[in-house]
């Protein structure tokens, strides 16, 4: 196998993997011997014809597919070892041109699109919350220190937007990319249950698609950077979910579905519950 690597500044990782002809034969001998059991040709058992007869009955391209299939994530997990990296997010595969290799002996290549997890600066962050939280603590002289009101409420949006603010990551486009279409693709299925068309949604929005998609993808770009700063800041500040706080989470479920659904995703449960522990250190600080 040969893997060439392209790497941005930005994460944004390029693997262009050539699978050699060997392999590729070998594979695809394979599929169409295991295929060929249950092919039938005119004056042959079922699975007995010669291979070229099978052949020529054959779907090239789902041969094609099938050997895909079988190739990819092997030499995909085998690039990302050599070249020692370590991608956050599935890759985006684009296959150059295959040639049959029964008819020639080319070599199969294809492209990986990924990234690895950007870089986050935390900057000032501690100076610009504080000054926020600041006026929660200031001592009134003969009034109770703690009263409601002698503390004015720090809203969790507040803290958000000072910490996004102060903080700098370089996040790979993809990565936005990607999430910008979950976020949409959720969007439309929220649509579809109000009985609504794109369309009707759009005019009774006055938007159009482009403005739509700028919009989700100023969000995806800062509900990503907001994620990876709460674990930054937890990582730094030694911030944990012990299992007793997902036990008592799970039993606080209000149905038994509920509790089921936070039973089977413990570890979603636990990121959760890290990432409002934090919000709560920043409050405090």
Not at 113 to 120: D, G, K, N
Not at 161 to 174: E, F, P, Q
Not at 230 to 242: N, T
């Amino acid at each position: 196998m040969i893997a060439a690597l392209q790497k941005q500044p930005n994460g944004t990782i390029q693997l262009t993997v050539t699978i050699p002809f060997s392999v590729v034969r070998k594979t695809w001998d394979g599929v169409i011997e295991e295929t060929a059991k249950n092919i039938e040709v005119a004056g042959f058992r079922k699975g007995k014809a010669p291979k070229h007869l099978v052949e020529e009955k054959l779907d090239k391209t789902k041969i094609r597919e099938a050997v895909l299939k079988k190739l990819l994530p092997q030499y995909y997990i085998e690039a990302i070892k050599e070249q020692n990296v370590n991608p956050i997010m599935s890759p985006k595969i684009h296959v150059k041109e295959l040639k049959d290799p029964s008819l020639n002996d080319k070599d199969w290549q294809f492209t990986a699109l990924t990234c690895e997890a950007p870089t986050v600066n935390l900057n000032n962050y501690k100076d610009k919350i504080k000054s926020l939280t600041a006026k929660s603590k200031i001592v009134i002289p003969g009034k109770p220190f703690g009263s409601a009101q002698d503390k004015p409420e720090v809203k969790f949006e507040d803290i958000v937007k000072a910490l996004l603010d102060s903080v700098t990551a370089n996040i790979s486009s993809i990565l936005i990319d990607n999430e910008t279409d979950r976020l949409l693709s959720q969007t439309l299925e929220d649509i579809k249950k109000l009985g609504l068309s794109l369309d009707q949604y759009l005019k009774s929005t006055g938007k159009n698609p482009e403005i739509l998609r700028t919009e989700y993808r100023k969000k995806a770009e800062n509900d990503i950077k907001l994620e990876l700063t709460l674990q930054k800041i937890a990582e730094d500040e030694k911030i944990v979910v012990e299992d007793k706080e997902i036990n008592e989470a799970i039993k606080a479920g209000k149905s038994e579905d509920e509790t089921k659904n936070l039973e089977n995703n413990k570890y979603l449960l636990a990121s959760i519950l890290r990432q409002q522990k934090t919000l709560d250190f920043l409050k405090n600080l």
